[in-house]
C-alpha cells in the first residue's frame, strides 16, 4: 500500500540509450516532484507540478523530460543518457505549498 | 536565494551518547524547516517538521530565527540511529536540502 511508487527500482542501461522512470502516487496529493541523488548523496531538485504543470524546472538539461497525464502520476523520460546521469532518483508528493514530502523508494540509474 | 548548510558531513557518536546535527539557513521569508532521514538505500522520511513542535524517536528540533539554525538533538543515541540526516527548508513547489550528515552510533 505504498504511498509513492516509482518503477523501475534499478536501471541499468548503456550510454546514449533512452529511458523513462515512472511515478505515482495515490495520496491525493496536488504536487509531484523529482530529485536527484548523486554519488555524494547530494540531493537537489530537478522539476516540480502542480496540478499537471510544471513550475519548477532546475536547469536540468533538456534530455530529461517529465510528464504528468494526471495529478497522481509525474514520469520522467531521459533521452541520450550519459555516465554522468548514473544517481538515484527520487519522486515525491506534497499536499500544499508548505506541507513536507512524501518520498518513494528511488530509482537507482547506472548508465555504462 | 534560499540556502541551507549542514557544516558536518560525518558524525560519530557512541550508543547512550547525545548526538546533535548542526543547521543553519537563509532565506529571506517565513521558512519551513524539516528534517528527514535515510536509512541505508532507503527513502527519504520525514522525521520533524518545525511547525509541529514534537519529538519523534526522541528527536528534537527548535527554530532559532535569530541565529537562522535548526539544529537537531537526541539525548541518548541508540544503535538504529545510524542514518543519513537531511535538513531541508521548504519554500512554494520547492524544498531544498543541505549537503546531509552521516550519523554512525558505535556500540
Known amino acids: 500500500d505504498t504511498a509513492v511508487s516509482q518503477t523501475p527500482k534499478y536501471l541499468v542501461t548503456q550510454m546514449g540509450n533512452d529511458k523513462s522512470i515512472k511515478c505515482e502516487q495515490n495520496?491525493?496529493?496536488?504536487?509531484m516532484y523529482w530529485y536527484k541523488q548523486d554519488s555524494k548523496k547530494f540531493l537537489k531538485i530537478m522539476f516540480s507540478y502542480n496540478n499537471k504543470e510544471l513550475i519548477i524546472n532546475e536547469t536540468v538539461p533538456n534530455r530529461f523530460s517529465p510528464k504528468s497525464p494526471d495529478k497522481a502520476h509525474l514520469n520522467l523520460h531521459i533521452n541520450s543518457l550519459e555516465l554522468g546521469d548514473s544517481a538515484v532518483y527520487f519522486c515525491?508528493?506534497?499536499?500544499?505549498?508548505?506541507?513536507?514530502?512524501?518520498f518513494g523508494n528511488g530509482t537507482r540509474l547506472t548508465v555504462t | 536565494a534560499q540556502r541551507v548548510t549542514q557544516p558536518e558531513k560525518l558524525l560519530s557518536v557512541f550508543k547512550g551518547a547525545p548526538v546533535e546535527l548542526k543547521c543553519n539557513y537563509s532565506y529571506s521569508g517565513s521558512p519551513e524547516l524539516f528534517w528527514y532521514v535515510q536509512y541505508s538505500r532507503q527513502r527519504l522520511q520525514l522525521l520533524l517538521r518545525?511547525?509541529s513542535r514534537e519529538s519523534i524517536k526522541g528527536f528534537t528540533a527548535d527554530l532559532n530565527k535569530g541565529e537562522t539554525s535548526f539544529h537537531l538533538k537526541k539525548p541518548f543515541a541508540q544503535e538504529e540511529d545510524s542514518a543519513m540526516y537531511y535538513c531541508a527548508l521548504k519554500s512554494d513547489y520547492k524544498l531544498s536540502f543541505g549537503a546531509g550528515t552521516t550519523v554512525t552510533v558505535r556500540a
Open positions: 515525491a508528493s506534497s499536499q500544499a505549498l508548505r506541507s513536507p514530502l512524501h
Open positions: 495520496l491525493g496529493h496536488d504536487t
Open positions: 518545525h511547525i
